[in-house]
């Protein structure tokens, strides 16, 4: 069955660094999105993509975040200048269509220090 | 503004016991609702969705959940609990719009006693 796939599992970095997390959405899929969880918080929405621009960005994606869909596989997350309070499980996930389900890669936990 | 309310944040039955776990949505029309599962270290597992139509959804692993407009409710259901059941359960609705967007409850931490 296919999956979403992410990478690294785990990054720790130093406050101030740039860091970039990657996921692979299912092939088929059109949609793209960005979710975080803060330890012992609920699941936030982050960013969506589709067609090759951003569709609906939340107010937690200010300007030191950044996504791209480099070629035709990866989709990624980047931030810029990272901060304490960007520590978190980041998920990305996909949909063939805005209204289907989207499926969730299984996280990328970033710890900054 | 769209919410969604998780009252139960931790749970705990016996082995064999049925469960309901609540979810109540704040949402202008209809939404499109679902229940997603984490285990630890894991992502998030999809077990049911409800779109339109039957009211009453079957999802996998013997989950199901019936969605109640006039109560603004989308409880999770299972009659008897399995150990591998202990999990994360999170609720969430989605605009339907243009990008779908999921908003989730603060999830229900379940565990399960033998």
């Known amino acids: 069955e296919p999956e979403v796939t992410q990478t690294p599992s785990h990054q720790v970095t130093q406050m101030g660094q740039e860091v970039i997390l990657r996921c692979v959405p299912i092939?088929?899929?059109?949609?793209f999105y960005w979710y975080r969880q803060i330890l012992g918080q609920k699941v936030e929405f982050l960013v969506s993509f589709y067609n090759n621009e951003i569709s609906e960005k939340s107010e937690i994606f200010d300007d030191q975040f950044s996504v791209e869909r480099p070629d035709g596989s990866n989709f990624t997350l980047k931030i810029r200048s990272t901060k304490l309070e960007d520590s978190a499980m980041y998920f990305c996930a996909s949909n063939g269509g805005s209204r289907e389900t989207q499926y969730f890669g299984p996280g990328t936990r970033l710890l900054v220090l | 503004a769209q919410s969604v309310t998780q009252p139960d944040i931790h749970i705990t039955v016996s082995e064999g016991a049925s469960l309901e776990l609540r979810c109540n949505y704040s949402?202008?029309?209809?939404?499109?609702l679902f229940w997603y599962v984490q285990s630890p270290g894991q992502g998030l597992q999809l077990l049911l969705k409800?779109?339109?139509?039957?009211?009453l959804v079957q999802g996998i692993k013997g989950f199901e959940a019936e969605f109640k407009r006039s109560q603004s409710s989308f409880n999770l259901r299972k009659p008897s609990v399995h150990w591998s059941d202990a999990a994360e359960y999170f609720c969430a609705v989605g605009n339907g719009g243009a990008t779908n967007k999921l908003i989730f409850g603060t999830g229900t931490l379940l565990a399960v006693q033998p």
């Open positions: 949402y202008g029309a209809t939404p499109y």
């Open positions: 409800y779109f339109s139509g039957d009211t």
């Open positions: 092939s088929n899929h059109l949609y």
